[in-house]
Structure formats: structure tokens, C-alpha cells
């Protein structure tokens, strides 16, 4: 009996010290956790946007670089010429190829001698074509008169093509506009001055293409969607000229 009245009187000390909760003071330590939690994801949703505002600033600073590392590029190549479709032999003189290429095409001897600076055949994706020629001119009026006297000549009835020497970016970007004007009717695809142009007929305005954005622009105007295509098998041969 003694033992009962002992536990009895424990227990009676532990309901006083531990007074049972009302349901209201459990309503509001909810409602202050629930505070608490509201607050810590407020400050996490916080964090993660100014990140995200980071990481777009920083994704901003890369293409602006990457768009003058292009421009760079480019620039090194604007008195070049990329010759396609001569077919590559052991131990070739490639000064001479070209400098036969350019009689042909109606260049005199006097003025290959003094318009040819160096050329060297470049490495190409396309295993199955002989690699491209990369011809460097002394200046892009002298560039502009051999793509004219290439054209003139018809050597693409050859196969047998002259080209301004285009960015590896930028010749997939003049690829897929040439296969986005023939889905969209457009009736002229050209380079000028390493610049991509388009125009949809013989009258209208000249577009200048200078991203994949501007392509996805005209199909939305003219009421289409496009999907760029990939071109595995591009040719390598626009790297920087190196000698």
C-alpha cells in the first residue's frame, strides 16, 4: 500500500509540473512553426533566384564572349579563299594546284605571283570529299575577284567550288540558312564580306543573318516553325590559318 501512495504521489508531481496543453497554445506553436518554415523557404526561394540572376549574367558575359572570339575569327580570315574539289595527290605542290586554278579561272601570271600569300590543304570532317584548300590573298578586294572569277568560269559545273573562307560557326550558320530558304521559298542565299544574307525574291529587303535566333524569327513571321538542322559532316577546314 505504501508503494501505491508513493507512485501516486509522483505521478500528481509530474501533472503538475507538465500542465497539459490547451488546444489553443498547440494551434499557435503550430502556426509559429508553420511561420518559421514560411520564412526559411521565402529565404531559400530568395537565394535561388539571385543565383539564377547570376548564372543568366554569367550565361549573358559567354555568349558576348564567345560572339568576339567569333568576330576575331572571322576577321582573321577575311582575305582568305576555301577552294573544294580538287582532288588531293601524294606529295603535291599545293602553291602550284592553286596557281593553275587561278589560270584557269582567268587570273594572270603576274598577278598570282603577287595576290597568293601562302595556302595549305585544312582537315574536313568528309571523308569521303578531297580536303579543302585554304588560300590566303593579299586583301579582300583581291578575295572578291577570284570568288568572281570562279563564278564566271562556272567551275561548279566541276564541282569545283571558291568561297569566302567562313568561321566554323558561321559556315553552319549559312548552311542552315540555305536549307531554311528553301522551306520558307526564299529565293537567295549568299555571303558578302563573310556576312550571311538572304532576300526573298528579286525585289524586297536584304536580311542579314547573324544567328540561328534571326532564322527562328523569319519562320515565326512567316506563320512556321523550323527545326535547325545538324550538320555532322561540315567541313573542318575553317580553322584559324595556321602556317
Known sequence: MSGNKAKGKVG??????SPKKTDRQILEELVQKMDEMMQVNKEMKEKISSLEKEVRGK?????????????????????????????????????????????????????????????????SRNKKAPRPIVVRLC??????????????????????????????????????????????????????????LMKKGDSGPTLVIKSSNDLHEIAKKNGRSFVLPRFQDQDEAEDTFSM
Open 139 to 196: 586583301n579582300t578586294k583581291t578575295r572578291d575577284k577570284w570568288v568572281r572569277a570562279a563564278k564566271a568560269a562556272e567551275t561548279w559545273k566541276g564541282k569545283l567550288y571558291v568561297h569566302e573562307h567562313l568561321t566554323p560557326s558561321r559556315q553552319h550558320l549559312f548552311h542552315q540558312t540555305k536549307e531554311m530558304s528553301k522551306k520558307m521559298q526564299y529565293k537567295y542565299v549568299w555571303t558578302r564580306d563573310c556576312k550571311i
Open 59 to 123: 550565361d549573358d558575359m559567354i555568349f558576348r564572349l564567345e560572339g568576339r572570339i567569333e568576330t576575331l575569327e572571322q576577321r582573321s580570315r577575311m582575305s582568305n579563299v576555301i577552294v573544294r574539289g580538287i582532288e588531293e595527290k601524294k606529295g603535291e605542290d599545293c602553291m602550284g594546284v592553286i596557281k593553275e586554278l587561278g589560270q584557269n579561272i582567268g587570273i594572270s601570271v603576274q598577278d598570282l605571283e603577287l595576290e597568293i600569300q601562302t595556302c595549305h590543304r585544312v582537315p
Open 12 to 17: 500528481s508531481q509530474i501533472e503538475k509540473k
